[in-house]
């Protein structure tokens, strides 16, 4: 019997394995299946929900994850006619900023975003809230915060940066010299 195309297989393999992702303590980000001839790979990508402690998926995690995935893929091996191969990883750093938590992990970070209006910007992140981060444009001689709403915001991408923030940029957003306000719990 022939496998179901990889867009079919996506949303099946997704609902086998998300009890297995939550029972790891993550949630499923994306599943992509794709088939060369009779060879599938499935990637599933995880992370921390947003109500987590933790803030990012470790190896050690993502190693108990992938066996355990593995097992229950082996449990429903109906579902993919042929061989395939299990990629489980959490996202890069080329994953947009779609969600408060996003932006969380993304303080102190250099973004481009791409506003609703079609303008880019590129900006030093913040605190961030549920509706809303505070910004600083960067390079900006006199550095003035600013509140970006996440409506007015089309993708939001971090930059990478071979260099440690401008002193200046970071005072201005969080006047700590450093520390992140968004887990003042834990300062």
């Known amino acids: 019997m022939p496998s179901p195309a990889p867009d079919q297989l996506t949303g099946t393999l997704r609902g086998v394995l998300e009890p297995v992702v939550a029972e790891a303590g993550f949630?499923?980000?994306e599943v992509e299946v794709r088939a060369a001839g009779r060879k599938h790979t499935v990637k599933v990508v995880v992370d921390v929900p947003e109500d987590a402690e933790e803030t990012a998926v470790g190896l050690d995690a993502i190693a108990r994850l992938s066996r355990s995935a593995a097992a229950e893929l082996d449990r429903h091996?109906?579902?993919?006619a042929g061989s395939y191969t299990l990629e489980v990883t959490s996202p890069g750093i080329?994953?947009?900023l779609t969600r408060p938590l996003h932006w969380r992990r993304a303080h102190l970070r250099l973004a481009?975003?791409?506003l609703v209006d079609g303008g880019t910007l590129d900006v030093r992140v913040g605190r961030a809230?549920?509706?809303s981060?505070?910004?600083l444009e960067?390079?900006?001689?006199?550095p003035h915060p600013r509140e970006l709403r996440y409506a007015d915001v089309t993708r939001a991408v971090v930059q990478v940066e071979f260099k440690a923030p401008p002193k200046a940029e970071v005072e201005a957003l969080d006047g700590s010299g450093g520390a992140d306000p968004g887990?003042?719990?834990q300062a």
């Open 27 to 29: 949630e499923i980000e």
């Open 77 to 80: 091996e109906h579902l993919i």
């Open 94 to 96: 080329d994953r947009p």
């Open 112 to 114: 481009r975003v791409t």
């Open 129 to 131: 809230g549920p509706e």
């Open 133 to 135: 981060v505070t910004v």
């Open 138 to 142: 960067a390079g900006a001689k006199r």
């Open 183 to 185: 887990n003042e719990e």
